[in-house]
């Protein structure tokens, strides 16, 4: 009668697999699948796989509850376009910008168009004898 090959193999380590490692079924490698992709697995996925992982699809605008970006212009910079322009007086609109902001000081008289300005801008442009208007 022949001998299985499991009790031949007796006392050799690989019982005939090579590595130790070859014969062990899915746990040399970590699971089946994507199992605990999200522990052990994740490196490997993330190389072989990457589009498995991160964002992806269709995300409403709504749910985001976009901001409107608001450009604004420092009194500094509206003094040196108006010394380099000439102008005294500046309407922000047609500059592109929708606020101007305080930092900076103003020397000249200023008549300025704007949709919004910080409290600080309208205090120095009309202390310089300048003139803030909503548009």
């Known amino acids: ?33 994507y199992a605990g992709s ?17 964002k992806r699809g269709f995300h409403s605008l709504r749910d985001k509850r976009v901001k409107a970006r608001v450009r604004a212009i420092n009194l500094r910079d509206l003094e040196r376009i108006a010394l380099k322009k000439g102008l005294k007086e ?27 300005f910080s409290a600080s801008a309208k205090e120095k442009i009309e202390r310089a004898g300048g003139k803030l208007i909503k548009i």
């Open 1 to 33: 009668m022949k001998r299985k090959k499991v009790v031949k193999q007796r006392g050799h380590r690989t019982h005939g697999w090579g590595s130790p490692k070859k014969h062990r079924g899915a746990g040399s490698r970590g699971g089946r699948g």
């Open 38 to 54: 999200k522990k052990h697995k994740r490196v490997w996925v993330a190389k072989n796989e990457p589009d498995r992982l991160g």
């Open 90 to 116: 500046i309407n922000l609109k047609e500059l592109g910008y929708d606020k101007l902001l305080g930092a900076g000081q103003v020397t000249r008289k200023l008549i300025v168009k704007a949709d919004m």
